[in-house]
Every structure is written in structure tokens, then in C-alpha cells.
């Protein structure tokens, strides 16, 4: 019974390194490695017990459209955000555990003695644990910002360490990619607002064919910054945009910016939004007609490591209703040539 207890644990080391030979890969040794694998949400938590998340402070900045810094309204918020950790340590083996496969293990066993050299310091601990290296891929934006991680944390971290009893562990890292691609995804960017003009009459009605102005609200930042911070790692994520998508039943307009307040002295200037809606709200659901509005921003991050990079563009939209209404003219001719002719104004909607 011993003699078949002893080549099982054989049979087992050799597994192992086996994996390890074949990966290059000292983390590969673990017996939970096929049953408790990373998810996408998964990771070590703060006190890198397997699961969980890390709480990262972050402060998000709105700035407003405006030609200068002194004509935008900026409005700041602090939050905190879930973040996977990127790599850090789990449990594997107990003391016991690791000097009986010692005891029993082969020579012929290369690349497993070296990661638990002290392993005799720990053999009769039945309290305190072996915990070993990970890096999830799971958590990072792309492969090669997981393979550049992993080769960090490898070469600067113990493959394995021993943890003693009720002792915390090393807190989990968090890769500058993986924080700044976290918060970027998490924080909400306000939707777009607008205001227009002309507006005319109880409705507010602005006029087919008359070219209406369009332009953001001070609710509508035309430029992000989420600054996020998990342990000695920070990071800063700048976003910003330069453009307005109108887009209605009838008509359609890319901006190039993000419209002036419609003034007396600005109607001199001219602005760079503007639609010109084709048809009434009449024949229209509550006669008004839907606009859609959106703003397209890219974004790119900085590190405290050093380390840079660029985020996927996010895109922001909300539907506002405008009524549109229609101004009918009607010439009529003058009985002679000798009275002055005749106009009549009727208003549609």
C-alpha cells in the first residue's frame, strides 16, 4: 500500500515538471491550476486570497466646450472602482505537502527543488502555506501587454513564497494597462446636451429650411481626465473630443466642433453647427422631431511606471426632441396694376 502511495506521488512530480519543462514556465505547478482557473472577472483580492477585486481611487475631471480654460465650466468627482488584479500570489501547498513530494521525488526531477529550496524549514507546518506566482491574461487589454507584465512581475518576484499562518500575504498587482482600460470603461461620461436657435413662439419651434443653430450645453465635457490610483501604481487617462454628429429624420451633420451660443454678435461670427431640418414635426409623434446627438472621444494613458498607451474611443449619444414647424407664403395678384400686391403668412404648427 505505501509502495503504491509513493509511485502515485511519482507519477504526480513527474506531471508536474513535465508541464514545467514543456512551459518554461515555473508557475505551472499547481494543483488547483485546473480547477480553479482565472475568469474574466476574477483575481486575488486586496488580501490575495484568490477572488475579488481591488478598490482603486479615482478622480474624474469634466471640462466644457470653450476657446480658453477660463471660458469652460470644470467640475470634478471621486469615486472608487473594482479592479482586477493583474498578477499577484494564491495558495498551493502546504508544508507537509511539499516535504512529502521532496522526500519522495526523484533526482531525475529537475526544476522543482530549486522553487522550494527551504522546504525542510516548513515541513512540519500544518498552519502556514506555500503560495506560488500568477499572472491572469484574462484582465489585460491584449497579449502583448499581459506577456510584457508577466515578464516583469516574474523577474522581480519569488516564483513561490511561504506565508505563515493568519500572516497577509503580498497585496496583488495591477498592471497600468489593466487600470487604465478598468476606470476607462467604468466611469460614465455625461451624455451630450444642446441648446438651439431660433426658437419661436410658445412651442419653441425652430423653422424648416431655416438653417438652426446647434451647440453643447455646459453638461457636455469636451474633455475627460480620470486619474486612478491602486498602491504605488497611478495612472491618468486623457480624453477629449472635437466633434458633434447631428443626426435627425430628415437631415444629417457632422460638426467640427462643438457650436457657439447662438448671440447677436456671434450671428456676425457664424458658427460650425448647424442643421436645417426639411419637413414640420406636424406628421411627427407628439409633433416634435427626434435629434440624436453624439460625441466621439479617443483617449490615451499615461503611468507612474513610465508606461503609455491608447484606449479604445468611447462614444456618448442621447435623443433630444426639437419642434419643427413650417411658414407658408401666398402671393396673390392685385386686381390692377395700380395697387401694391398682396401677402398673406399662414403658420403650420
Not at 469652460?72 to 482586477?84: E, R, Y
Not at 497577509?168 to 461620461?189: C, G, K, N, Y
Not at 435629434?291 to 511606471?305: H, K, M, N, P, Q
Amino acid at each position: 500500500m505505501r509502495t503504491r502511495k509513493i509511485h502515485a506521488l511519482l507519477a504526480a512530480v513527474l506531471a508536474l515538471t513535465s508541464t514545467l519543462l514543456i512551459t518554461d514556465n515555473p508557475q505551472a505547478i499547481d494543483r488547483e491550476s485546473t480547477t480553479n482557473s482565472q475568469s474574466s472577472s476574477a483575481g486575488v483580492s486586496a488580501s490575495g486570497d484568490g477572488g475579488g477585486s481591488i478598490e482603486a481611487s479615482v478622480t474624474v475631471t469634466y471640462a466644457s466646450p470653450g476657446s480658453t480654460p477660463t471660458s469652460q465650466t470644470v467640475t470634478s468627482s471621486t469615486q472608487v472602482v473594482q479592479v482586477p488584479p493583474s498578477c499577484g500570489y494564491k495558495p498551493t501547498y502546504t508544508g507537509p505537502e511539499i516535504a512529502e513530494i521532496y522526500r519522495n521525488a526523484p533526482e531525475s526531477a529537475p526544476g522543482l527543488k530549486p522553487l522550494y529550496a527551504d522546504w525542510e524549514d516548513h515541513a512540519e507546518d500544518t498552519n502556514g502555506q506555500w503560495w506560488r506566482s500568477y499572472c491572469d491574461p484574462s484582465v489585460f487589454p491584449d497579449v502583448q501587454s499581459f506577456v510584457k507584465a508577466q515578464h516583469e512581475f516574474v523577474n522581480n518576484n519569488p516564483t513561490v513564497i511561504w506565508v505563515v499562518a493568519d500572516d497577509t500575504p503580498p497585496a496583488p498587482h495591477v498592471d497600468p494597462a489593466t487600470l487604465a482600460t478598468t476606470v476607462w470603461e467604468s466611469v460614465s461620461i455625461p451624455a451630450p446636451a444642446i441648446d438651439y436657435n431660433p426658437k419661436i413662439g410658445d412651442s419653441q419651434a425652430t423653422i424648416v429650411g431655416f438653417a438652426t443653430w446647434i451647440w453643447t450645453t455646459n453638461n457636455t465635457p469636451s474633455r475627460v481626465e480620470i486619474q486612478a490610483t491602486v498602491g504605488s501604481t497611478s495612472v491618468t487617462v486623457t480624453a477629449a473630443s472635437n466633434k458633434l454628429d447631428l443626426s435627425a429624420p430628415d437631415s444629417e451633420v457632422d460638426c467640427t466642433g462643438f457650436g457657439i451660443p447662438w448671440t447677436e454678435q456671434n450671428d456676425y461670427l457664424g458658427t460650425d453647427c448647424m442643421i436645417m431640418f426639411t419637413r414640420s414635426s406636424a406628421h411627427l409623434e407628439d409633433s416634435v422631431t427626434p435629434l440624436d446627438i453624439s460625441v466621439l472621444y479617443t483617449a490615451s494613458w499615461t503611468s507612474s511606471t513610465g508606461q503609455t498607451g491608447n484606449l479604445t474611443p468611447l462614444t456618448t449619444t442621447t435623443t433630444t426632441t426639437i419642434p419643427v414647424a413650417e411658414i407658408q407664403t401666398l402671393n396673390t395678384r392685385p386686381p390692377n396694376n395700380h395697387e401694391a400686391p398682396g401677402r398673406r403668412l399662414s403658420w403650420d404648427g
